[in-house]
């Protein structure tokens, strides 16, 4: 780092004589992004590094970046910008197979990302990748099966916040919407929403290769080897926002938070504070059975819960009963169920379910 900029709380004011803001604004409008939150961030990051496969580069060919250090001394900055060739992807898009198929990472944070292992890592390791969905194409379909997903079961039942930012695109996007129409826990973002990515990107020459010798393909060669990408199996919202897209709107957090001069400082404590007061605010909500014992061919289980109201009760993946609980217990009777293998618990407040167990009976 250059002598006055590796000091934290220095603060960047001009770039190449813009005012910084105004600079990142200028940037933005030039760059691919959902919406607005998206593009500005694309703006803060595109000045030191820009993926040309998929921005237009810079006006300038020698940058000047003006700062102020937490004395008042100003700083100056003068480089010029370099063009090199960046590292291989894991999945080539252009490439037909179910691993460009199924691509569904951000383009620009994955070049951004492979740039950054070429400046600052001497030795990487590449790792191969692959990827298998084998669903056919509908209007909707879910991307894993039910019992797949819900294999593993709730592991955690104290309460959780997810904490987001623009730059939360593609899979963790993804998480992101699934958190909230689950009503997991709240969403604490930095910005107005996530980033807007939740689909597969195919490109172009993949989706003329798909139809390669097909007499009917609409697809001929663009001039000056252009090329374009676009967004297939939009991820699809639940719940109440129930067949929302994630591509474009993003995620809304329900908590907003505005980063201040402390969380750039010091490791977002801040945000930190305000991510713990809402987990402060929130109740655990836990369910388990404590015993389980065979009386005449019959279950007999007794359940433990915290903060819910009523238990149903499943039984070798089949529901069996429903009971109220008393001073947080429930002694629930199985009929013919002797033998079986499992059970789960699901716990409810109110009529919404809050916690989830699943449990090897002996």
Excluded at 211 to 235: F, I, N
Excluded at 322 to 351: F, H, K, N, Q, Y
Aim: proline residues 7%.
């Amino acid at each position: 780092m250059a002598e006055g900029f590796s000091v934290p709380g220095v603060e960047i004011t001009h770039w190449s004589g813009i005012p910084v803001s105004a600079a990142v604004a200028l940037n933005a409008a030039r760059l691919a992004g959902g919406n607005a939150p998206a593009r500005r961030s694309r703006g803060i990051q595109s000045p030191t590094v820009r993926p040309l496969r998929i921005h237009l580069p810079p006006f300038e060919e020698r940058v000047t970046v003006s700062s102020i250090d937490g004395s008042g001394a100003q700083h100056e900055l003068r480089e010029y910008r370099r063009i090199v060739e960046n590292l291989p992807p894991l999945v080539n898009a252009d490439t037909v197979g179910t691993a460009a198929l199924a691509q569904g990472l951000d383009l620009d944070e994955d070049e951004a990302g492979r740039a950054k292992v070429l400046l600052f890592t001497p030795r990487v390791v590449a790792q191969g990748q692959a990827v298998e969905t084998g669903a056919t194409f509908s209007s909707a379909f879910p991307l894993s099966p039910e019992d797949g997903a819900n294999a593993i079961g709730q592991q955690h039942f104290g309460p959780v916040v997810l904490i987001t930012d623009v730059r939360c695109s593609s899979a963790t996007g993804i998480f992101a919407a699934g958190f909230q129409d689950h009503r997991i826990g709240p969403v604490l973002g930095t910005d107005e929403n996530t980033g807007a990515g939740g689909a597969n990107v195919w490109t172009r020459t993949l989706l003329s290769d798909l139809l390669e010798g097909d007499r009917a393909t609409p697809y001929a060669p663009l001039p000056k080897g252009a090329g374009m990408r676009v967004s297939v199996r939009r991820a699809l919202r639940v719940g109440a926002l129930s067949g929302t897209p994630v591509e474009d709107p993003g995620v809304v957090p329900d908590e907003p938070y505005r980063m201040i001069r402390r969380d750039l400082l010091e490791d977002h404590a801040d945000l930190f504070d305000r991510a713990g007061l809402l987990l402060k605010e929130r109740e655990p909500h836990t369910v388990s059975v404590t015993d389980a014992v065979s009386v005449n061919g019959s279950l007999k289980l007794e359940v433990k819960a915290a903060n819910v109201d009523r238990v149903d009760v499943h039984v070798d993946r089949r529901p069996y009963a429903s009971a109220g609980l008393t001073g947080g217990r429930a002694d629930v009777t199985v009929p013919a169920a002797a033998a079986a293998r499992t059970a789960r618990i699901d716990g409810s407040e109110t009529g919404r379910l809050v916690a989830g167990r699943t449990e090897r009976l002996p």
